[in-house]
């Protein structure tokens, strides 16, 4: 029950701080839209800064549980996994008109020259991201599906942050174009034999 | 004279803006910044929006401007004037310590979802920066550096978005790894014959 609210008012804050920002989010409004009284915000976290920490590995954990996920589905070849794991962000950036993007870009861009316990926190959290991927690359590697070639930390090191720069064009355009543009280069030019 | 103190008050305003964000900056921290008087903002800007709007397209023509002075520079096939660009701005960073980003991708980021008019603006200036490399992918196909296969509009606009992702990790890693990471995979994946 407990574990339950705390996750509440995650989810909806960073709901609303993926879209107005860190900065620019209230407490209060945090807990307006989780539907939680008013002071329980410290039952939870020890401040402001704590939550958005953990807002940060709240993502990241629920980022590396869906790569598990795909990664286990015997169903598909690599490549395949590594598709699917894109197309389900575009059907979901698409069913919320394209806003939010992903918190760990966000805050990255909010936070990077703001505070050194946030960046070394993003830092781990994008090292985390490029961990979570790369077991699909290793694979796709050795069925051959990518180039023998390929350095396959900075690969999906490159995948993930062009992916971010994607997203951020995303909420400018409205629309999945910068997406789609993103999945076609990674896969023509990059993640192929 | 006019002209001049209003460029400084948008050069000032717009390194406070990329190192704490729009909202999260004050108009007086902007005019104590740019050294100059209260109460003269509103003599150049009709609104703190309307600073906002005007910071990109100084961007905008200042990006335009390097690009069209790198594009003349004879003594460099086309391939290595892209390279002079990377190289200028991963220098440029270097000295800044890492930090600030760029002011289009950072407002792309932060308003993207929040004011339709900020949106309008920063689609057409990312449309602005596309148009500004494109001469030079043009350049390059017609020369043989680059596959005649590539689509150059969807390429350019892989690069930058990818740079600015690029530019988000840069914030929170604190060196020019992801900038140089994204030179390599540009070069070595995608502008290649």
Chains 1, 2 share one sequence.
Not at 24 to 53: C, M, R
Not at 72 to 77: E, G, H
Not at 131 to 145: F, I, M, N, P, R
Request: aromatic share 12%.
């Amino acid at each position: 029950m407990k574990r339950n609210t705390k996750q509440i008012i995650i989810e909806k804050g960073a709901e609303i701080i993926n879209l107005k920002g860190f900065h620019h989010t209230g407490i209060q409004e945090i807990l307006d839209a989780a539907d939680v009284p008013k002071g329980s915000f410290y039952n939870y976290f020890k401040s402001k800064d704590d939550f958005g920490l953990q807002v940060i590995d709240y993502y990241v954990e629920q980022f590396a549980m869906l790569l598990d996920k795909t990664i286990k589905d015997s169903t598909l070849s690599p490549t395949e996994k590594m598709k699917k794991v894109l197309l389900f962000f575009m059907e979901f950036y698409k069913s919320k008109n394209y806003a939010y993007g992903c918190p760990i870009g966000n805050l990255s861009q909010e936070m990077g020259d703001l505070s050194p316990v946030f960046s070394e926190k993003l830092r781990n959290a994008g090292d985390a991201m490029v961990d979570s991927c790369l077991v699909l690359l290793e694979e796709a590697q050795k069925t051959g599906e990518i180039s023998p070639q390929l350095n396959l930390r900075e690969t999906t090191y490159f995948i993930i942050s062009s992916w971010h720069g994607a997203l951020m064009r995303m909420k400018v355009e409205k629309s999945l174009a910068p997406l789609e543009n993103h999945y076609r280069y990674v896969f023509d030019y990059i993640l192929r034999p």
